[in-house]
Every structure is written in structure tokens, then in C-alpha cells.
């Protein structure tokens, strides 16, 4: 098992990656505050791939680098 760690720690560590976190601490608007790091990868289909690695825990995905204005997304 990983340790948790804040949300802050995760994005110093793993700069420009998508990250699975095993969610520990969600604030009110449900933005994960810390979690267990499960994978980790520069690309989005690999962290994909590790969701069978959460063991039925919640989870959530984060991309730690900065998203360009041009580029649009879907939650």
C-alpha cells in the first residue's frame, strides 16, 4: 500500500501525469484533498487501464499539467 498524500504532494511529484488516486479527504465540492496514488503515467490510457487496480475503493483521476485554452474537456 502507498502512502496518502495531500493533493499538493501529488501534483509536486508527479508533474504533467494522469494520476488514479485512491481518495483518502474530498472537500465540499468534492475536489480531492488527499488519496493513495494507485498508477500513474504522462499517458491518460495507461492510468486507464489501472482502474481494476482499486480494489473497490473510490477513486478519482487527476491531470497534474496545465490545460491548454484551446482544448476543450468532458466530466
Known amino acids: 500500500m502507498s502512502a496518502v ?3 499538493e504532494q ?3 511529484q508527479y508533474v504533467d ?3 488514479l ?4 479527504h474530498l472537500d465540499e465540492e468534492m475536489n480531492v484533498l ?3 496514488v494507485l498508477a500513474h503515467s504522462k499517458q491518460r490510457d495507461e492510468v486507464y487501464e489501472a482502474f481494476d487496480s482499486r ?3 473510490a477513486v478519482a ?3 497534474t499539467g496545465s ?3 484551446d482544448v476543450a474537456y468532458l466530466l
Open 5 to 7: 498524500l495531500t493533493i
Open 55 to 57: 480494489l473497490g475503493r
Open 17 to 19: 501525469e494522469w494520476i
Open 34 to 36: 488527499a488519496g493513495e
Open 10 to 12: 501529488i501534483r509536486q
Open 61 to 63: 483521476v487527476e491531470y
Open 67 to 69: 490545460i491548454p485554452e
Open 21 to 24: 488516486i485512491a481518495y483518502t
